[in-house]
């Protein structure tokens, strides 16, 4: 069993991660942190608390409020590929005003002081198991944990994130949204000496949901749009999150075929880390450059070779570049057959 603090700015690709982190077996979900990102930090505590409530959560796993904004940085969103709200277009979850979304908001620990108080009740409490921290968002809240709880490291397996491209990005031609949005805090992360795993654009852009997955997703008896109705009120909210989804990567960066999963995939690679091939580089962020600012600079040509297992010199980081795409999907829609049994 893998215990994960999920750390997120949904977005709707951070809700397919919440959906997965809740409903795959061998992974207990221990608490849920939100982040500026998508959208501004309001909404972001909101819609996790909406996700929580309608994909079936146990009512103890609330959302702790961390960062408003970047460290250094002025807070960016991005409407054109969320929504105003985040959640732009989707249908069927209760308003962030409803009482049973209010409920799944935490009134304190905030988002640092709760990671370290599941970090310490999971390892010393939990005779030696290790919590592993998942972020779908930018790094801020993680840069702070591990900068005012160094000696907490010790019982964290991994921190799995999805940021970063090895020579692409999308809100630049090399940045990707989640590390330009606080670069500063992904370095800190990247320095951290635990393990960590990146889940780059290269590998989220092959987990493209199709036309045939949709309709799967609406509705599992059948693979081909356009189908009945949904079968469930799950099922057409899951349905309405990636249309809206498609319609914005169409218009923003002209994916024709669907949207990329991007988030879902860093609980998959927890659950399934045998569907990734995955490299270890030397991986830094570019602070300072003219046109480069934000990109996750990978060392894949050796020249920083020496390893010395999660420290701040050498290869420092498991980068996913492959990726069982069909086999992704299945796990995929598996979960998402759980949930909507509950
Ligand atoms: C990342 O940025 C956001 O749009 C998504 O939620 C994902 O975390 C992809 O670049
Ligand atoms: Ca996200």
Known sequence: MHHIWLDCDPGHDDAAAILLALHTPNIHLVG????????????????????????????????????TKPLL???RHDPEIHGADGLGGVEGLPPASAPEVLARIAEGPKAIEAIAGAIRETWENGAGEKLTIVASGPL??????????????????????MGGGVGVGNRSSVAEFNILCDPEAAQIVLDAPVRKVMIPLNVTHQAIVG???????????????????????????LSTLITFFKDTYRSTFGFTEGPPLHDALTIAYVSRPDLFSCTRYRVD??????????????????????????????????VALGLD?????????????KCDAV
């Open 32 to 67: 849920v942190s939100a982040v500026h990102g998508n959208t501004d930090f309001k909404h972001t505590v909101a819609n996790a608390a909406r996700c929580l409530y309608a994909f079936g959560a146990p009512e103890a796993i609330k959302v702790h409020p961390g960062a």
């Open 73 to 75: 940085r002025i807070a």
């Open 140 to 161: 801020t809240n993680i840069a702070l944990f591990v900068s005012l709880y160094p000696e907490l490291l010790v019982g964290v397996e991994q921190i799995v994130f």
């Open 211 to 237: 036309p045939s997955i949709q309709a799967r997703l609406l509705n599992p008896s059948t693979s081909v749009l356009p189908t009945d109705q949904a079968s469930s009120p799950l099922r057409h909210t």
């Open 285 to 318: 962020i570019e602070l300072e450059g003219k046109h480069t600012t934000g990109e996750t600079v990978a060392d894949v040509w050796g020249y920083q070779e020496t390893d010395d297992t999660w420290g701040v010199t050498g290869k420092n980081c498991d």
């Open 325 to 337: 795409v069909p086999a992704f999907f299945e796990f995929f829609l598996e979960c998402v057959a």
